[in-house]
C-alpha cells in the first residue's frame, strides 16, 4: 500500500493506493493526518479510488483518521470508494459516520462549506 499526501487550499488529500489492511502504512497516515493538523488543516478528502479491499485494521485507521479531525472541529470525506468498498462502507455503517464523495472535486466543494 501507497499513499501521496498534498495540502490544498487547507485541505489535505490522502491518496490510496493498493490494500489497506493497517500494515505499516496505517501509522505513516496517521503521521502525515497529525502533521497537517499541526499545521492548521482540519478538513482531509481521503481518495480511496485505488483500494480494493479493506480489513478491519483499514477501518480502524480510516475511523482513528476521522476521529483526529474531528478532534480538532474539522471534517474528513471520503472519495471515491470501489464498489467492494463502498458495500462494506454500507455492511459496516460507516456511511452514517463519513461523509462519501464521488470525485476530489465534489470532496472539496463539502469541506469549504464545513
Known sequence: MEFKSTVTEGILTLSL?????????GASLLEAATNAIDKGVLLCAIDIEKVKYINSSGIGVLITLLTKFRNQDGEVVIVNPSDHVQKLLIITKLTAIFKVADSIEQAISELKTV
Open 17 to 25: 493506493d493498493g490494500n489497506l489492511i493497517g500494515e505499516d502504512v
